[in-house]
């Protein structure tokens, strides 16, 4: 049954035309954006809280986009900035007919607009949303100090704006199920990562009672090169000297920029207490020789080496964690002083 209360867009998306003229190539050949930062260096944060007034605690994250070597003016951004918000509901009692429990009830939404990717998303939850919820709550559930609220549910909710897309937009033409239309390969890595980042510092908002700040943190192993003029489908592991490309650790890697991601890691952190709520790691860890790693005991030193970087990389996020939620703080202490004179 259709609803008759809103007006539905067309089923297929379209893609408005772009002519070669308006991107200022004069016959030259796309680029793919470089990296510019260091290894262990994160892209900036914008983190704010207390947007929603009709919301129990609310926040917004903003990762700006990498620098990069761009030459011409293009109508198309060569990578895009997650843009995340948050709201939180409650605690509030649950209805008489509710059996009783003595840990509050943490349910976890995550809904991408439909705009958030250059492929148009449903209105209906689909699997990898609803996957992204789960790791958000394993993350969030082992923070909150549940017993100082029985019989009472709090609702996170988090709407992406908009979202990492899994490689570079020139390296294909059309969206696929894994591809830069659909979200749902290495950009959902730092979805989550922003998305523990942003619930936490609502949670703080909210004022709900938390063990500590919950950060969120990504790393990678990626292969780096610097050819930017080689075909995408020639050679595309080779630099112009004719060697592999370099493999790398980084820190909150951006997909469209690295030629290769072997493997990713994204954690949640408690600082103060030393502890990790939410662990997911995908791919495979490379050897010296750039292809797996079959001993056992080597590959769980390069993991060992990957979640120590995630770690590093969620500690520095929970500095402008610390720094909003200061921030708020004094606001309303500030607002609370002046109402009693």
């Known amino acids: 049954m259709t609803d008759r209360r809103r007006i539905n867009g067309p089923p297929g ?66 990578s895009p900035a997650l843009k995340l918000t948050c709201t939180v509901h409650g605690p509030r009692p649950l209805p008489r007919s509710a059996p009783f429990t003595p840990q509050i009830q943490l349910s976890t939404h995550i809904k991408f607009a439909s705009f958030a990717a250059r492929q ?14 789960v790791h958000l709550e394993t993350a969030l559930r082992g923070v909150i100090i549940g017993d100082r609220w029985p019989k009472s549910s709090v609702e996170v909710v988090i709407t992406v704006l908009e979202g990492e897309e899994d490689r570079w937009w020139g390296e294909e033409s059309g969206g696929g199920t894994t591809g830069v239309g659909n979200v749902g390969g290495w950009g959902m890595m730092n979805v989550l990562s922003g998305c523990i980042t942003v619930a936490s510092a609502a949670i703080a908002d909210a004022g709900i009672d938390c063990l500590d700040l919950v950060s969120g943190g990504v790393a990678a192993i990626v292969r780096t090169s610097q050819n930017r003029h080689m075909p995408p489908d020639e050679d595309a592991d080779m630099t112009e000297d004719g060697q592999k490309g370099q493999l790398q650790l980084v820190l909150d890697p951006a997909p469209p920029e690295h030629q290769e991601i072997f493997a990713a890691c994204v954690v949640g952190y408690l600082s103060s207490r030393d502890e990790i709520t939410e662990l997911w790691l995908k791919g495979n860890t490379p050897g010296p020789t750039g292809l797996s790693i079959c001993n056992t005991q080597s590959q769980m030193s390069e993991i060992g080496g990957l979640v120590d970087k995630a770690v590093e990389a969620a500690v520095a996020a929970r500095l402008v964690l610390e720094e909003a939620v200061r921030e708020a703080a004094e606001i309303k202490v500030g607002q609370h002083t002046r109402d009693k004179e």
């Open 120 to 133: 148009r998303r449903g209105y209906i939850r689909d699997a990898s949303e609803r996957d992204l919820a």
């Open 13 to 78: 998306g379209s893609t408005t035309v772009v002519f070669a003229s308006s991107l200022g190539l004069d016959g030259r050949p796309m680029e793919r954006p470089l990296r510019t930062r260091p290894p262990g260096q994160l892209r900036k944060i914008f983190l704010k809280t207390g947007l929603a007034p009709s919301a129990s605690g609310s926040a917004y994250l903003e990762l700006s986009p990498s620098n990069t070597n761009e030459t011409y003016t293009s109508l198309a951004p060569s």
